[in-house]
């Protein structure tokens, strides 16, 4: 496999272990969302609590340029780190979520 294909199953991989457990109840459902032809991919809740509509995106993913940004981390879980263990290089993860001033002083790759 080339580093592009190794790349998206780490983040499929990661996404779906970050979204086991999870099950939807009547009203929210978990939805992970994998658009590999563009690189976007995703954990979303949506539904209803009561009258409120309910959108949530936790995590996002894209992988751009041979590398993985991380453009939204609402988990306590860090992220980046659990793909370096699962052996993606560190320059290639960007912290998008980050702003690219300050992303040349994290142990990550930048744009």
Not at 19 to 47: A, P
Not at 68 to 91: C, F, K
């Amino acid at each position: 496999m080339d580093k592009l294909a190794d790349y998206r199953q780490a983040v499929r991989q990661l996404l779906s272990r970050c979204t086991e457990g999870k099950t939807s109840n009547g009203e929210i459902e978990v939805q992970l969302v994998f658009d590999e032809e563009r690189g976007h991919y995703q954990w979303i809740e949506l539904g209803w609590e009561g009258h409120l509509r309910v959108y949530r995106c936790f995590v996002h993913f894209d992988i751009r340029e041979g590398k993985i940004w991380l453009q939204r981390n609402m988990t306590d879980q860090d992220l980046a780190e659990d793909l370096v263990e699962m052996g993606v290089a560190r320059e290639d993860i960007v912290l998008g979520l980050q702003p690219p001033y300050k992303r040349p002083y994290t142990d990550y790759g930048v744009a």
